[in-house]
Structure formats: C-alpha cells, structure tokens
C-alpha cells in the first residue's frame, strides 16, 4: 500500500521560503510511469496543481507559480520536495502531496495522496 506523509513548517513568514517533505512508503519515486505531484487547496477554494515531476525528471509548473516553486525528487531518502520562494499570505493553504499515473493535471488521475499539511504564512 503506498502512503504519503507530508511534513514542514506549520507557519511561514512573508517572503520567506517554504520548504516541504513527502516521505513516500510502500513504492519507489523512482518508478516508471509515475508523476508525483504537490497540490494545494486555499480556504475556502479549490484545488490547485502546484506542479510534479515525472520518472524521468520531467516536470510541470502552474504558469501562476513556476517562477517561485520547485519540486524534487531525492532518490537517497525516496522523498519528494517542494520549495516555495517568497511566499505571501495568498499561499497559505493545505498542502497535499500526491501521485498520478499521467503527465496531466487532471484530478481524476490522481491514485493516491497524503493526508496533507496546513501552511500559514502571516508574521
């Protein structure tokens, strides 16, 4: 059974940078023909894909957030990260660590994912 754990810091101040930890059970990062991905959802909005990185290194970006976010793959500790630069109040939001099985950002492609982390940004 895969499980996802996400972990960071629960409040972040403005402008700083955020980083995040999925430790991932139960399957390999580096197995082909997955995308894993970081989602957010904003109180009271809706869901937002961050970005993934695929099993070859490929990778998406929200156009809204490529220039501030960037998700890794750490193979050693079989993890996956993401790290936010100069965030704002308007990324506070639950974070969700997630795996899909295709290189989109259709929601229904999502087979697993973690229970998620609540991230405040507010000084």
């Known amino acids: 059974q895969v499980q996802l754990q996400e972990s960071g810091p629960g409040l972040v101040k403005p402008s700083e940078t955020l980083f995040l930890t999925c430790s991932i059970s139960?399957?390999?990062?580096?197995?082909?023909?997955?995308?894993w991905s970081w989602i957010r959802q904003a109180p009271g909005k809706g869901l937002e894909w961050i970005g993934y990185v695929g099993y070859s290194d490929a990778s998406y970006y929200s156009p809204s957030l490529a220039s501030r976010a960037s998700i890794a793959r750490d193979t050693s500790k079989n993890q996956l990260t993401l790290q936010l630069t100069s965030v704002t109040r308007e990324d506070t939001a639950v974070y969700f660590c997630a795996r899909n099985k295709y290189d989109s950002t259709y929601l229904g492609y999502v087979e697993v994912w973690g229970q998620g982390t609540l991230v405040t940004v507010s000084s």
């Open positions: 139960g399957a390999s990062i580096t197995t082909n023909w997955y995308y």
